[in-house]
């Protein structure tokens, strides 16, 4: 995928579709060997007979919706994604890893010359999150539809990379990711946006897409264990901005709940709900709105 004439047929897909699949990206044995790794990661954490091995190597969790910097405003999940997920860096010496560094370095060095060809990945300093590796456990699992980042959230965001594990995935197995028409084709109402593609989570495969409104997606109940593992690129001056006002957002929801610690004790739950929503617009109104 290095080679010029590849690298600008990629870049002309994004620039045309905003979003590329790539298939064959580490090749057969690699990639089985990756999903293995993944396979062991995932029941490492699952199964009380694997309890006492890896240990120390992080055990994927029930997802949650971040807010800008991905930390905060964790919503009840059950609405809006039922994935398990860790966090990896690749170099956990307890997860027994050998080719999850092969795919990062891969994913990292295509993205890095990509520059060339893409104009939104240049003029700015760029850096990546560490590897969200992602296991839907089948029972109609899925995530609803959303954007990586907008142009309210601002979360630094530009460009996301998946790379899909699951041998023998075939069609009817569920488990799509749905892309949709860009959001601000109809003037930002992404609630109304039409489906454009459905893409097969097939083994080997990598799907590039810009993060912000122009990939609005979800990814379709799954009838299958289905693992990814997904990375994204980041604007670093925006993404730090985006940890401040992640941070300034957390301080304003303490002291608003600490001066209400009183008056607790006295309201009901379902009243206790609504303050808390009337805390959160305070302090959304005062930095940023979310979409």
Not at 161 to 173: E, F, L, R
């Amino acid at each position: 995928w290095i080679f010029d004439d590849s690298l600008a047929e990629i870049g002309s897909q994004l620039s045309k579709n905003n979003y590329v699949v790539l298939d064959k990206f580490l090749g057969c044995d690699l990639a089985k060997t990756l999903y293995m790794e993944l396979k062991k990661s995932h029941l490492a954490g699952e199964l009380p007979e694997t309890k006492q091995i890896m240990i120390g190597c992080p055990r994927m969790q029930q997802g949650s919706i971040g807010g800008l910097a991905g930390s905060t405003l964790a919503y009840k999940v059950d609405k809006y994604r039922d994935d398990y997920i860790a966090w990896y860096t690749g170099r956990e010496k307890p997860c027994n890893w050998k080719t999850f560094p092969i795919l990062l370095q891969r994913l990292d060095t295509l993205v890095s010359e990509l520059e060339r060809f893409v104009p939104e990945l240049r003029g700015f300093e760029m850096n990546r999150s560490n590897a969200m590796a992602t296991c839907y456990p089948g029972k109609r699992a899925r995530y609803i539809r959303h954007c990586d980042n907008t142009s309210k959230v601002s979360n630094g965001r530009v460009m996301t990379a998946i790379y899909y594990a699951n041998p023998k995935w075939k069609v009817g197995d569920g488990g799509e990711l749905r892309i949709y028409e860009p959001a601000k084709a109809i003037n930002g109402r992404e609630s109304r946006t039409s489906p454009l593609v459905d893409i097969q989570p097939f083994l080997d495969r990598v799907i590039l897409f810009f993060s912000d409104e122009r990939v609005p997606h979800e990814v379709l109940p799954a009838n299958l264990q289905r693992y990814a593992v997904t990375l994204w690129y980041f604007n670093k001056k925006e993404r730090e901005l985006s940890i401040e006002k992640d941070n300034n957002f957390k301080k304003c929801m303490e002291t608003l709940q600490n001066a209400n610690t009183k008056k607790s004790n006295s309201i009901s739950s379902e009243n206790k709900e609504e303050q808390e929503d009337k805390q959160k617009k305070i302090c959304k109104s005062q930095m940023w709105e979310l979409d």
